[in-house]
């Protein structure tokens, strides 16, 4: 980790540089803590508050701020809830019972009066939890903060970052590390106001600043914290000199209204045309004697959120009259589109230099829009700032013409028509202008929900294409996924078949791995996931793939990990997906609310349901998706009555649309409502479910019916005795097997009411001779961690994750203290204590990452592997010689071979090698040991039992490991002998002695 180290910053910019350098490193290092002190004026939660606007996605996060009005520890925890993900009610289940009402009271008072050992409890509980990466304070005083740190770094381990100020020497603290962070001097002012202003006219302003300050250095420092801090303004805010400024042209464009301001009202109209907007506690600090309210009855300015606006119009005019249009300016008019309304930011746009994609996408839009119309010169310098052709734009009206028919497509037009023209524009592959119209006319179709019409229209352009031309393969294609959608596998298979045997006859790469994905779909087995994910990154490495072909293939790659159960992956793959339209977006929203219901975390999948639900409800072919999910939210929330009703809406739809896959998903949820009402119905609906899926083939679904139907019959009270339960059970047993979808399994288990229940369906599940757990941990030999079901070699890192992982893996029979400290010093035994504890939290935070959040349990402060999760060949080693052992003390000599040749199978080579450290080196010899006088028993058996080639071969592979084995030296020769092959056991002894003299 690379802290900032002790420069004199006078460059704010160079300082949030480094911060964001210091940023991009958090998720890697594994975390840090920053605290900024020092007097009020010189800019330190301007330099926090920045701070955090750089930080990466998913970086977690709580903040405090020394000038707020509560304490720091009612500050975290008020941001914990807000920023971290865990919810209230999540979180209220793990507390104790002593502190679930205190806990309650204290949030209803915004946690105001917590002390220090409630506060530390409520943290310990959610740091065994939630990985915090920053947590960060903003304080007068080092004081403040001293008892709540002390706790923050015991719990998150992480360094701690000492920002003060250089006017005092930084006191010595040990294992904080120091900048300096100066105060404005009139040098310093005078660059940084050249930096945000971009003028020559730097000592005007520097002027204008001292007349309202009253003069430097503090009132000047308090007035420019409020022009360049993030309250203010961004970078390019302040992009015109005050005294460049000629409102005489606003005076003729607003008339009356702005006639007659005096000096401070025109002051702050210009103030307020170069920024977003102003707090009103700072037009209060710098125009106190300004009438708010007069200027907002003449429409000057408005009010947001205790923020302050300039109206649009007279924004858009004054942009117009002041601002000189240059390549310089174009990031600097991007700050004002959002602000304006559609007919000014065209305008506006036209004359930036160079447009980005998002802007190209809003002038097209705009084109056909209502008010566009009637101003045909401008549509022209749009088309010529587009450079778009008009046979596109004929096609645009087109669509639109089709959009017009349908009323229920008023709210969404916009949505679709830009997809479409997405989807004309990047096409790459196609030619054919005709084929294009009828293409889009079956993607419209489908968007409307009319599945089968949208079939009707491939089926058109299929038989109208020549045979093998890339029309005809591309219809073949889309017919195949459509026939999927609606059940008929039939012609699925079929047409599929006919586009695998064309496109690999011209070799087109995108066409090949998009009919590959639906076979494999179609075909899944178990390493489907494999290799799914390697047709997915085959298909985004190819330049000539389309934005829309990759998108399907996520869909479909995604919607694969969710039926087997790989919700960390899922839910990190979609986290990277880039997306450009609203409707992706929204559709990734749903994605990961159904995933975290199914993870047991419905209180965090309703903002993502609601984020995705604002658009997609008015789109035919999302809606049900949408009340689909809302009644499963509603279901864990214990609001039956919605959730009948969603799911009856979603139904109704997903037969309009004969969505085979939708209708097995409502069968299902459906069967657990009623289940859970106490209605025996429900069974015969999750039966109709799971006759569906059998009749079309749908294997990847048969777990996730299920586990409805079990976790229905459990609320309704039944357990693995009754029939139905017991049926269930031994069904989705085989289910999981037969696609590889074992990592469902711990998720689904966590979800079940009943303890009985849980241990009937592990008892099912060990009944398999071959261990079913999801991670299969390997030690015995090179260490691996193979995901078996997929046949998918996992790595973990470098090598102390390895180190850890192995050492939790022996801990149950090495009796190894594996508390993080304990870990953490036999690891790193010179290491500084916080670092230590840094660096183990990192490592554990990581192993969670990529091979799921159930990988570890916790025994009080011990870490244990989850045997629900993991198999690990050295503990089952160790089982097999224990059983050996007993059957050999009781004389039963062939049961005891059996059981250590059953060992020996699960030897690869030398144990734990590559992982091996000093304070395992001890364990490490004994199995090593055991391993040796297993092969020495085995071999020893069978010369006895005259099979002298089993003797030799079990000899030779212990010689591979120990090959100064005197023991199993003598038995190879004594078999080489009784083969009566004497010059060869001359030769190996002769080797062995060659040895021992090494």
């Known amino acids: 980790m690379k802290f900032l180290d002790g420069d004199v910053f006078v460059d704010r910019e160079h300082e949030l540089l480094k911060l964001q350098s210091l940023a991009d490193e958090i998720e890697l290092s594994g975390g840090i803590g920053i605290s900024i002190t020092g007097p009020s004026g010189i800019g330190k939660t301007a330099l926090l508050k920045r701070f955090i606007s750089v930080l990466p996605p998913g970086i977690r996060w709580s903040v405090a701020y020394g000038q707020a009005r509560f304490s720091l520890k009612s500050q975290w925890m008020n941001n914990l809830f807000k920023n971290i993900g865990t919810g209230r009610h999540a979180l209220v289940r793990a507390l104790p019972n002593s502190l679930k009402n205190q806990f309650k009271s204290l949030e209803k008072d915004g946690f105001k009066e917590i002390d220090l050992n409630t506060f530390t409890k409520i943290a310990e509980l959610i740091a065994d939890r939630v990985p915090l990466l920053l947590f960060a304070e903003d304080v007068d005083s080092k004081e403040r903060m001293d008892e709540v740190v002390s706790v923050w770094q015991r719990l998150w381990g992480l360094p701690v970052m000492l920002v003060v100020t250089a006017k005092t020497e930084p006191r010595h603290i040990s294992g904080w590390e120091a900048i300096h962070l100066n105060p404005f001097s009139h040098a310093e002012l005078n660059d940084l106001v050249t930096h945000f202003v971009g003028r020559e006219q730097v000592p005007d302003f520097i002027d204008w600043l001292w007349h309202k300050s009253g003069g430097f250095p503090d009132k000047a420092l308090k007035l420019l914290r409020f022009l360049v801090n993030a309250d203010v303004m961004d970078e390019h805010a302040l992009f015109v000199n005050y005294e460049q400024m000629d409102l005489s042209e606003l005076v003729s464009e607003c008339g009356s209204e702005i006639q007659g301001l005096g000096d401070d009202e025109m002051e702050l109209l210009r103030l307020a045309s170069c920024v977003d907007s102003i707090p009103l506690k700072a ?54 589109i959002k602000r304006l309304e559609p007919h000014q930011a065209v305008h506006l746009l036209l004359q930036v230099n160079s447009l980005n994609e998002d802007e190209k996408e809003f002038l097209e839009r705009q084109l056909d829009s209502d008010w566009m119309h009637d101003d045909p010169a401008l549509q022209k310098a749009i088309r010529q700032k587009l450079q778009i052709k008009e046979d596109e734009t004929d096609f645009g009206k087109w669509l639109w013409q089709q959009l017009d028919s349908s009323r229920e497509f008023e709210n969404v037009e916009k949505v679709v028509v830009r997809q479409a023209l997405d989807e004309l524009k990047r096409s790459v592959l196609l030619r054919n202008e005709k084929f294009k119209e ?268 299920f586990e409805r139907g079990i976790r229905g019959l459990a609320f309704y009270g039944k357990d693995s005795a009754d029939s139905n339960m017991g049926s269930l059970i031994k069904q989705y047993v085989e289910a999981v097997r037969a696609i590889g979808a074992e990592a469902r399994i711990s998720w689904f288990l966590n979800t079940l ?246």
């Open 753 to 998: 009411p009943d303890r009985k229940l849980r241990e009937a369906i592990r008892t099912a599940l060990s009944r398999s001779n071959e261990p079913q757990s999801l991670v299969r941990l390997k030690l015995l030999g090179p260490f691996k961690v193979i995901l078996p079901s997929l046949d998918i070699l996992m790595h973990i890192g470098s090598v102390k994750a390895k180190q850890v992982l192995a050492t939790i893996a022996i801990s149950p029979i090495a009796r190894i203290n594996t508390g993080a400290h304990a870990l953490a010093n036999m690891l790193w035994p010179d290491m500084a204590p916080s670092r230590q504890i840094h660096n183990i939290h990192w490592i554990l935070t990581h192993i969670r990452k990529t091979l799921g959040q159930n990988i570890f349990r916790k025994e009080g402060d011990q870490y244990r592997l989850n045997d629900d999760f993991v198999w690990i060949d050295l503990l089952n080693f160790k089982r097999l010689v224990d059983e050996g052992s007993n059957y050999e003390r009781l004389g039963r000599t062939a049961a005891a071979i059996s059981k250590y040749e059953s060992a020996l199978k699960l030897v690869e080579g030398e144990p734990m090698a590559d992982v091996v450290y000093e304070s395992i080196e001890p364990f490490v010899q004994y199995i090593r040991r055991l391993i040796i006088e297993c092969y020495t028993k085995v071999a020893d058996y069978y010369l006895q039992a005259f099979d002298p080639h089993k003797a030799i071969r079990y000899a030779s592979l212990g010689l591979m490991i120990e090959p100064l084995s005197e023991r199993l030296k003598s038995v190879m020769l004594d078999a080489y002998i009784a083969l009566g092959d004497n010059q060869v056991a001359q030769k190996e002894a002769e080797i062995f002695e060659k040895r021992l003299e090494i």
């Open 283 to 336: 037009v209060k600090t710098l125009f106190p004697d300004v009438d708010l309210n007069s200027l907002r009855a003449k429409g000057l300015v408005r009010t947001e959120r205790n923020r302050l606006r300039t109206a649009t119009g007279l924004l858009a005019e004054f942009i117009r009259s002041n601002i000189e249009i240059s390549s310089c300016c174009d990031d600097t008019i991007r700050t004002y």
């Open 438 to 705: 009828k293409l889009l006319e079956a993607t419209l179709l489908c968007k409307k929900g009319q599945l089968e019409d949208s079939l009707k229209c491939m089926l058109e352009i299929y038989n109208s294409s020549p045979l093998g031309s890339e029309e005809w393969i591309v219809s073949a294609i889309e017919i195949g996924r459509l026939a999927y959608a609606i059940g008929d596998m039939e012609m699925s298979n079929k047409f599929l078949l006919e586009a695998l045997r064309e496109v690999r006859k011209i070799g087109h790469p995108t066409l090949t791995v998009k009919a590959l994905s639906l076979e494999l779909v179609l075909h899944g087995t178990k390493g489907m996931v494999s290799k799914m994910s390697s047709v997915l990154w085959s298909a985004m490495s190819m330049s000539e793939t389309r934005r829309n072909d990759v998108l399907l293939l996520m869909r479909q790659y995604v919607d694969m990990l969710f039926f087997i159960g790989l919700y960390s992956l899922e839910l990190n793959i979609l986290d990277r997906v880039p997306l450009n339209s609203d409707e992706d977006v929204a559709l990734k929203e749903f994605y990961i609310a159904e995933t975290l219901i199914e993870m047991g975390q419905a209180e965090l999948a309703v903002p993502r349901f609601r984020e995705g639900w604002h658009l997609l409800r008015h789109i035919p072919l999302w809606r049900p998706v949408g009340e689909r999910l809302k009644a499963l939210i509603s279901m864990e929330f214990g609001d039956m009555d919605e959730a009948m009703q969603m799911i009856e809406q979603a139904f109704q739809h997903y037969s309009e649309m004969k969505a085979i896959i939708g209708l097995i998903k409502s069968y299902a949820i459906r069967g657990e409502i009623l289940l859970r009402q106490g209605e025996q119905r429900g069974f015969l609906e999750i039966k109709e479910a799971i006759s569906l899926a059998k009749s079309k083939n749908y294997n990847l679904m048969l777990p996730y019916i």
